[in-house]
């Protein structure tokens, strides 16, 4: 299709495990973000990507959580030693740049269940 | 205090009714306004977006923006069932290092009822 793909769709994982969670971005778009949406809250900003930039990994909750950003495309988010705190819909979004008028198209998600 | 501060609902409405949906935000450097709309299991969709303050309309949606009071809103002529869903206001200041990452309000969970 022609959206921003997350896989898998569903995750549930037990206690200290590592889970990687995956993106595939829209075709062309350089820029990608990955946010947190828990239960009543909104969207947390995690992480961004823009072409080869360094990415702003500014609202990464602990060094538990990484991300990288092969060929400028596909991107992975690692969670290691999972805490039942990290449940939570991660989403991934892309854009065609940085600009202003340049909208977000998300994902529907990964919903990752720590037990 | 969030920086987005948003009513969670629910808000139930019967089809027809004008809906308005509000956020209020205590940055005065956001100037980029937005909002979305989110189906239940689905990703974030851009319903609107506005710089500074005013209005802009699209179809059966408004959105306001009023700086001076810090305070959004989207309103939402003849709504319909299929407008039942959460939606999330955002906004963003002038980049720093390149990018208008946007601040999410908490949504507000729709319902219009037939």
């Known amino acids: 299709g022609a959206g921003v793909s997350q896989s898998p769709s569903n995750k549930v994982t037990e206690k200290g495990k590592d889970v990687e969670l995956r993106c595939d971005p829209i075709?062309?778009?350089?820029?990608l973000y990955w946010y947190r949406q828990s239960l009543g809250q909104g969207l947390e900003f995690l992480i961004y990507?823009?072409?080869?930039?360094?990415?702003?990994k500014s609202g990464l909750p602990s060094d538990r959580f990484s991300a990288e950003r092969t060929g400028g495309s596909v991107s992975t988010l690692t969670i290691q030693r999972t805490q039942q705190e990290d449940s939570a819909v991660y989403l991934c979004?892309?854009?065609?740049?940085?600009?202003?008028?340049?909208?977000?198209?998300f994902g529907d998600g990964t919903r990752l269940s720590i037990l | 205090q969030k920086e987005v501060e948003q009513d969670p609902g629910p808000l139930s409405v019967p089809e027809g009714a004008i809906v308005s949906l509000n956020c209020t935000y205590s940055n005065s450097a956001f100037q980029y306004f937005m909002w979305y709309r989110q189906y239940s299991r689905k990703g974030p969709e851009l319903l609107m977006y506005?710089?500074?303050?005013g209005n802009k309309e699209d179809g059966r949606f408004t959105a306001q923006v009023d700086k001076s009071s810090k305070y959004i809103s989207l309103f939402i002529r003849d709504s319909q069932p299929s407008d039942s869903a959460t939606y999330l206001c955002a906004m963003s200041a002038s980049p720093s290092g390149g990018s208008y990452i946007p601040t999410f309000g908490r949504g507000t969970s729709l319902i219009v009822h037939p």
């Open positions: 075709s062309g778009h350089t820029a």
């Open positions: 979004a892309s854009s065609a740049g940085t600009g202003r008028n340049q909208p977000q198209h």
């Open positions: 990507f823009q072409g080869n930039s360094a990415p702003d």
């Open positions: 506005t710089y500074s303050s």
